[in-house]
């Protein structure tokens, strides 16, 4: 399974960018979908998560403004992220685990936000 992530870009701060991670295959399969970001030199931290039954767990930095959701049909997990700011800025990441516990990332999607 290939993850294709997408979407990121420059924005200004209190601006929206939605992000994107297509699956080569279906996303059925897997349990947990998840979005990361890496600043520089920082380590990668979990921003959101989302589980078969549709619970969602985000980083406190980011609650009220970022939404991870799925499109099955397409294969597709989003981040949607509002109000960013500049300490948003990082490579962001989406990762998708099976019910092996097999993990599976994609490639990272750079997001600036800055004036």
């Known amino acids: 399974v290939q993850l294709q992530a997408s979407g990121g870009g420059l924005v200004q701060p209190g601006g929206s960018l939605r992000l994107s991670c297509v699956a080569s295959?279906?996303?059925?399969?897997?349990?947990?979908m998840a979005w990361y970001r890496q600043a520089l030199g920082k380590q990668r931290e979990l921003v959101a998560d989302?589980?078969?039954?549709?619970?969602?767990n985000y980083v406190d930095t980011v609650k009220g403004r970022f939404t991870i959701s799925r499109d099955n049909a397409k294969n597709t997990v989003y981040l949607q992220m509002n109000s960013l700011k500049p300490e948003d800025t990082a490579v962001y990441y989406c990762?998708?685990?099976?019910?092996?516990?097999?993990?599976?990332w994609g490639q990272g999607t750079l997001v600036t936000v800055s004036s």
């Open positions: 990762k998708m685990s099976d019910h092996y516990g097999r993990d599976y």
């Open positions: 989302s589980d078969i039954p549709g619970r969602t």
């Open positions: 295959g279906s996303i059925l399969r897997f349990n947990v």
